[in-house]
């Protein structure tokens, strides 16, 4: 079986057992409006947590970030800096917006200007720039996930195809489920996120392990040592290992930011 | 424009909140260097990955701080209450 075949096989697998989960998760709830955009305000400490951890993670985590790093290097690190900031920004905010909304059956950010400035105009404006200003995001998300699925099908799947697939499968889970839908394929992603950090966690410590035994070779053969000196001046693998950690601790602050919002 | 009732987090929890951006945002000049390496990394990068480190402790003092103001239930009869609909 070819290497093509596998990654085909494993991305379908992925994609099945998402859209079955995003259909599934409306499964014994009556969908009215509210349980659509607000999940019935019934969603608990975890689900919750799960549901921003999956707001994070976007293809820039997997493409964006990377390939800025790769090809700006030094500037990426930007990316270390603002991510356990606007958690920070988010713990101030966030309860109060939460606590109003319940308060008053708050559904869309639109709404909340309604009651605050009781301005039809303004409403209208807030939810017009919600929705035009996600068109280049989504737009953004899609290229991102079309690139990936091209790479990773090694070239077998076109990016316009794999757009479109997949944009028909979110489309229709989220119109079923609503944020349930959404928030149960987080719960699968961030499953899929822990398994790929130990992955990569574990290689990375094989890797520092075997780079360290060519070092202490090189070092005992003084004869060979500027061809090897010059193989190791390729970034070490301590680099790769630090690479993850944004994401991994980005769960820690999300965290504290919503078990504030449910202890209320 | 309407009044709504929502807590406004202590002074302590928002001093808390600001050194994260104390150590991050506007001191960039102090630790933006490469040298000392610590760990194999470049001073910057060490500094970032650390401070990802402490925010959530500077997270949990903040949520600490907030706790016995949000546990205590919302119609507390010995909080004066505050117009709600005022303009």
């Not at chain 1, 998760?25 to 955009?37: C, F």
Request: charged fraction near 15%; include cysteine.
């Amino acid at each position: 079986m070819s290497a093509n075949v596998i990654a085909l096989g494993m991305m379908s697998g992925i994609v099945a057992v998402g859209a079955i989960a995003g259909f599934y998760a409306s499964h014994r709830h009556k969908m009215d409006l509210e349980q659509w955009t607000v999940g019935g305000r019934g969603f608990g400490l975890v689900l919750v947590w799960l549901l921003m951890a999956g707001e994070v993670y976007t293809t820039f985590t997997f493409l964006g970030a990377s390939g800025w790093a790769y090809s700006r290097g030094g500037p990426a690190l930007y990316i270390l800096g603002y991510q356990p900031l606007w958690a920070v920004v988010s713990f101030y905010l966030l309860p109060q917006i939460w606590e109003v909304g319940r308060k008053y059956r708050l559904q869309t950010q639109a709404d909340f200007f309604q009651l605050r400035y009781g301005s039809k105009y303004l409403t209208a404006f807030v939810a017009l720039v919600g929705v035009v200003f996600l068109i280049p995001y989504l737009q953004l998300q899609l290229t991102g996930l079309g690139i990936i699925v091209e790479v990773a099908s090694f070239q077998s799947i076109g990016r316009a195809p794999a757009m479109v697939i997949a944009f028909s499968i979110v489309a229709a889970f989220v119109f079923v489920s609503g944020v349930r839908g959404v928030a149960w394929v987080s719960v699968i992603k961030d499953v899929l996120l822990l398994c790929r950090h130990l992955c990569r966690y574990c290689r990375t410590l094989y890797l520092f392990r075997r780079h360290r035994t060519d070092v202490r070779c090189t070092r005992t053969r003084q004869a060979s040592a500027s061809a090897d000196a010059r193989r190791h001046q390729e970034p070490g693998p301590r680099l790769v290992l630090l690479n993850g950690s944004p994401d991994f601790f980005g769960f820690l602050h999300v965290a504290a930011s919503v078990c504030r919002q449910l202890y209320r | 424009m309407r009044q709504l009732d929502v807590k406004r987090p202590s002074l302590g929890a928002v001093i808390v909140g600001l050194i994260p951006f104390a150590a991050t945002c506007f001191s960039v000049r102090l630790w933006d260097r490469i040298y000392p390496m610590v760990l194999g990394m470049p001073f910057n990068f060490f500094w970032l990955v650390l401070w990802i480190l402490i925010t959530p402790l500077c997270m949990w003092f903040a949520y600490r701080l907030e706790r016995p103001r949000t546990s205590e239930p919302p119609e507390a009869p010995s909080q004066p209450k505050r117009e709600s609909r005022a303009l």
